[in-house]
């Protein structure tokens, strides 16, 4: 079983930067895909980033390439998604997530992770 406790979002003016964490507990923190998903008011949760389990390999939706990026660190048992060049649009709640998935890039979608965290609020102004 994984547990995962997100931190480190709160308010950013648009164009800012903004790093959110995701601190994972147990010891196979490493044999798990690691992804973040975000879910902004009245719309459905959506992906974001996907990692691979050596994080050599990583994903992302259309809509934050170039701004985003996702990292993480298995020593710490900690992933990470950097933020910049923030939009309003990027107000949300982001999610990270564990999947068993052997290949990260069949972990786009929410029904391929099982274990979430919280989440962390992330609000972006005009």
């Known amino acids: 079983q994984v547990q995962l406790v997100e931190s480190g979002g709160g308010l950013v003016q648009a164009g800012g930067s903004l790093r959110v964490s995701c601190a994972a507990s147990?010891?196979?923190?490493?044999?798990?895909?690691m992804g973040w998903f975000r879910q902004a008011p009245g719309k459905e949760r959506e992906f974001v980033a996907a990692?691979?389990?050596?994080?050599?390999?990583?994903y992302y939706v259309d809509s934050v390439k170039g701004r985003f990026t996702i990292s993480r660190d298995n020593a710490k048992n900690t992933v990470y998604l950097r933020m910049s060049s923030l939009k309003p649009e990027d107000t949300a709640i982001y999610y990270c997530?564990?999947?068993?998935?052997?290949?990260?890039?069949?972990?786009?979608?929410?029904?391929?992770?099982?274990?979430w965290g919280q989440g962390t609020q992330v609000t972006v102004s005009s």
């Open positions: 997530a564990a999947s068993s998935r052997a290949w990260a890039g069949a972990a786009l979608k929410s029904s391929e992770y099982y274990y």
């Open positions: 990692i691979s389990r050596s994080g050599k390999d990583t």
């Open positions: 147990g010891r196979t923190f490493s044999t798990y895909v």
